[in-house]
């Protein structure tokens, strides 16, 4: 299942290569939404993997970007006590503004893109912003 969010790029680390198979580059975007008139503002650590290390290369600290993602999620046991770490993978990185035309809006937008209709909604944002994907778009008039 991957995800979208829209938000400010607050800092980019250098690649790190985890094992002789395995880089990462983290990077931290900040997301501000308004909720009941009071703004809230979190800061969300994603990292690139792989290939995909240089593809933040091209934005500089302050850009407003939209992030497609997965999240990733792990388990281990040491010393008999389990361990969990979740990672968002990111995907795709893309100019805010390229994505959005006109509107300039602060507040980021958080959409899940999983396809399909559970009945729940998993946008963040609490507004319906279901972007269905072509094959899943009915065009029957009945």
């Known amino acids: 299942m991957s995800f979208e969010v829209t938000g400010k790029l607050i800092a980019k680390f250098e690649t790190q290569q985890v094992s002789d198979k395995f880089k990462k580059r983290e990077f931290v975007i900040e997301l501000a ?11 969300a650590k994603m990292q690139l993997v792989q290939a995909k290390c240089d593809i933040i290369d091209r934005f500089k600290e302050g850009d407003q970007v939209k992030v497609s993602f997965n999240i990733k999620g792990n388990k281990w046991e040491r010393d008999g006590k389990v361990n969990y770490i979740t990672n968002l ?40 912003n279901y972007n269905p994907s072509p094959e899943t778009i009915d065009d029957l008039p009945f």
């Open 89 to 128: 993978d990111a995907w795709r990185i893309e100019a805010a503004s390229a994505t959005q035309g006109s509107n300039q809006s602060s507040a980021p937008v958080y959409n899940n893109n999983g396809g399909g209709n559970n009945g729940s909604t998993n946008n963040f944002s609490g507004t319906p």
């Open 33 to 43: 939404e308004e909720i009941n008139g009071n703004i809230y503002t979190n800061f």
